[in-house]
């Protein structure tokens, strides 16, 4: 669960870099009439705007890493060496 907010997190950072970089005069706008303080998030949607990075890759690679991280979460490593154990020796490459 945490994971999926974390991507959606992702997510709406990089959707707010993408609007503001095709019209950054909107999120210089809003950011110059808010006076609050600026957070590590408005930092880096302002620097994501201000960059040429491919939004749509960072996107996939955020995907990939927490596909990895999902993966990692299912891992058991004494399951993982039995059924290693079990395909060697069905093969009778134990030999």
């Known amino acids: ?6 991507a959606a997190s992702v997510a709406a950072v ?10 950054p005069s909107n ?22 705007a201000e960059s040429e990075i ?5 996107i996939n690679c955020t ?7 999902e993966v990692w979460e299912q891992y058991n490593e004494k399951t993982c060496k039995e059924q ?3 395909f060697v020796k069905a093969r009778g490459l134990d030999k």
């Open 63 to 69: 995907q990939e890493i927490i596909s990895i991280y």
């Open 14 to 23: 990089a959707s707010a870099a993408q609007a503001a970089k095709e019209s």
């Open 1 to 6: 669960a945490s994971l999926h907010a974390a």
């Open 54 to 58: 491919n939004i749509e890759d960072i």
């Open 27 to 48: 999120l210089l706008q809003s950011t110059a009439q808010s006076n609050a303080p600026h957070t590590k998030p408005q930092k880096l949607v302002t620097w994501l």
């Open 84 to 86: 290693i154990a079990r």
